[in-house]
């Protein structure tokens, strides 16, 4: 293995400059570069997952798939291979302008298994279509109908976090301790209502394109700080962005539940 002494870090610009971009045919710009060791069949994989009706938002994005993506630098810094100094001072992911591109750098070395590298593309896609062209009226009118019922948990600790915020810790826990804004209805703090929208969305449709690129356990995505939203919910969910976005040709969408005995 290169010690970090012998790999020289490249200017992301050069980077993008160098990489054969290409267009997958759902319209997403995608390129790799450096010792990845990722195949180009599970990238193209990968980025052909993406539906295309989400491409128009994303015209201006490339995503990359590199080695690492160096986080404590001024300015943005490449690894054309592993590490482990290179590793320990990596991030998930880094933006950078390049001419009117907006480019995502997204270091595969740094995930554990393709489930782990396939749901940080997805999720950096999910949030780049959200900042172009915001959330559904139809999705946010479902979720904020499922938090008002009380429905338990959520998809992600930002998507918790603000939903707690919107509607009142006490209503988003499942109890009846919420602030009242003085006619008896719980009072909705509107930042915090949008940025829960934002998550829960962003979420949902970065959850929905990794069902399409591969079979997982919902439960993978648990994490320790939140609990998960209940299934049935995710599934109602999922299968609204499944109809403002249709699956591409080549990929079927499918929900499938676990039955005791």
Same mark, same amino acid.
């Given at each position: 293995?290169?010690?970090?002494?012998?790999?020289?870090?490249?200017?992301?610009?050069?980077?993008?400059?160098?990489?054969?971009?290409?267009?997958?045919?759902?319209?997403?710009?995608?390129?790799?570069?450096?010792?990845?060791?990722?195949?180009?069949?599970?990238?193209?994989?990968?980025?052909?997952?993406?539906?295309?009706?989400?491409?128009?938002?994303?015209?201006?994005?490339?995503? #990359?798939?590199?080695?690492?993506?160096?986080?404590?630098?001024? =300015?943005?810094?490449?690894?054309?291979?592993?590490?482990?100094?290179?590793?320990?001072?990596?991030? &998930?992911?880094?933006?950078?302008?390049?001419?009117?591109?907006?480019?995502?750098?997204?270091?595969?070395?740094?995930?554990?298994?393709? #489930?782990?590298?396939?749901?940080?593309?997805?999720?950096?896609?999910?949030?780049?279509?959200?900042?172009?062209?915001?959330?559904?009226?139809?999705?946010?009118?479902?979720? &904020?109908?499922?938090?008002?019922?009380?429905?338990?948990?959520?998809?992600?600790?930002?998507?918790?976090?603000?939903?707690?915020?919107?509607?009142?810790?006490?209503?988003?826990?499942?109890?009846?301790?919420?602030?009242?804004?003085?006619?008896?209805?719980?009072?909705?703090?509107?930042?915090?209502?949008?940025?829960?929208?934002?998550?829960?969305?962003?979420?949902?449709?970065?959850?929905?394109?990794?069902?399409?690129?591969?079979? #997982?356990?919902?439960?993978?995505?648990?994490?320790?700080?939140?609990?998960?939203?209940?299934?049935?919910?995710?599934?109602?969910?999922?299968?609204?962005?499944?109809?403002?976005?249709?699956?591409?040709?080549?990929? =079927? #969408?499918?929900?499938?539940?676990?039955?005791?005995?």
């Amino acid at each position: 293995m290169a010690s970090s002494a012998q790999i020289e870090l490249w200017q992301a610009g050069k980077v993008a400059s160098q990489a054969a971009l290409a267009t997958a045919p759902n319209g997403i710009r995608y390129g790799a570069w450096g010792e990845t060791r990722l195949p180009g069949t599970d990238i193209e994989l990968l980025v052909g997952a993406v539906p295309a009706a989400l491409a128009p938002a994303l015209e201006r994005r490339a995503y #990359f798939f590199v080695p690492l993506a160096i986080a404590d630098t001024g =300015e943005i810094l490449i690894a054309p291979n592993y590490s482990v100094e290179w590793g320990d001072r990596a991030v &998930c992911h880094r933006n950078a302008a390049w001419g009117a591109t907006e480019a995502v750098f997204i270091s595969t070395r740094l995930m554990e298994d393709r #489930f782990g590298l396939a749901f940080e593309f997805f999720i950096n896609v999910a949030h780049n279509f959200v900042d172009a062209a915001g959330v559904p009226a139809s999705f946010a009118e479902l979720v &904020c109908s499922q938090a008002e019922a009380q429905v338990r948990g959520e998809t992600s600790q930002d998507a918790w976090e603000s939903r707690r915020r919107s509607l009142g810790a006490g209503l988003a826990m499942g109890s009846d301790a919420a602030p009242s804004g003085g006619n008896g209805k719980p009072k909705v703090d509107e930042q915090a209502r949008n940025q829960f929208f934002e998550a829960a969305f962003s979420d949902a449709l970065a959850i929905y394109m990794l069902s399409l690129a591969q079979d #997982f356990d919902y439960h993978d995505l648990r994490e320790r700080e939140y609990p998960l939203l209940a299934a049935p919910a995710l599934a109602e969910r999922l299968r609204h962005v499944a109809t403002l976005f249709p699956a591409n040709t080549g990929y =079927e #969408f499918q929900i499938l539940y676990r039955r005791k005995g």
